[in-house]
């Protein structure tokens, strides 16, 4: 196969707002190292992460929401999420799917022609478990918003499948961290598992591989979005944000709290928790700056996890999943790779339910 010189792609040149992603036609194509594969981009899922390292928000001066805009007031040395500058120009997306089209020495050739989905996690081939020498595809090195990308060997993920591109594009990101956060807080048959944001791709996965663990599920979304979160499988949908959410939960007992959203709310998902329960977060998408009782935390015996790096297993598990028809993906809306800037912009709006991807 004769393969071009360059190709399309969306490039970050900075932090800052939707501006600073700027089209490139005739960008570089890379050439996988040893132990890579380059792989033909067929769709790539939007994630909150390519939002947060744009604009800033990871950066300790910032105490507000996400947001679409960016923030005046960022500290260079913590503006990502492992807390380390980031190179531009940088070319965002995790969550790739698409075909291998080459591969670099000491990596098989007969991988030729297979479809993968990326495992987004960059470990170090010598130390895995080591979480300080981790790196994010899409942020430490470049990722899938352009024609062409290319990734470690062994982060490309062969999967088989009657699912579309763009629908395979959903999974990376939202799922793994889904499922990262229930293997963190070892979710099982004997837990209701309370699910703040659960019209959001992290979301509606943490609904359907809760459900998939035998959990019982309590989804919180906006009214106007339960018919589409329904479709995940929850055993109780409630609105977004009650005010007495105690009253709402009715007979409920939670024994865990799975949350990517935080905010000004926060205070009640813990209030609820059952004696002995669970809170494991990965995200604040409503705000990071929460109040706490403390009393409410040691008295009632509460576990508190955050998850960010996902264990090892996880995406290989995730894939037998996909292969079993066990989850679904939850695809909101396809753009074209040149409409990254408008994709954006609709996933910042939230006014869909799941994943939103962009296809070259």
Known sequence: MTLPKTMRAMVTIGHGDLDQIVLHEDWPRPEPAADEVLIRVKACGLNNTDVNTRTGWYSKAVSEATTGGAYDSVHEEDPTWGGAPLAFPRIQGADACGVIVAVGAGVDPARIGERV???????????????DKTGYYGSERDGGFAEYATIPSSNALAVRSGLSDAELATFSCSYSTAEGMLTRAAVTKQDTVLVPGASGGVGGALV????RRGARVIALA????????????PDVVLPRAPENLRAALGAEKVTV????VGGPHWARLIDVLERGGRYTCSGAIAGPMVAMDLRTFYLRDLTFTGSTVI??????????????????????????????REAQAAFIAKTHTG???VCP
């Open 222 to 233: 906006s009214v106007a979005k339960h018919n589409d979160v329904k479709r995940f499988g």
């Open 208 to 211: 359907q591989l809760a459900k």
């Open 257 to 260: 709290v799975a949350d990517v």
């Open 311 to 340: 264990d090892p297993e996880v995406m290989p598990n995730l894939i037998r999943y996909i292969e079993a028809g066990d989850i679904q993906p939850a695809l909101a809306a396809s753009y074209p790779l040149d409409q990254l």
């Open 117 to 131: 989905i990326t495992d987004n996690w960059l470990r170090d081939p010598q130390d895995p478990l080591n979480k």
């Open 355 to 357: 994943n939103i991807v």
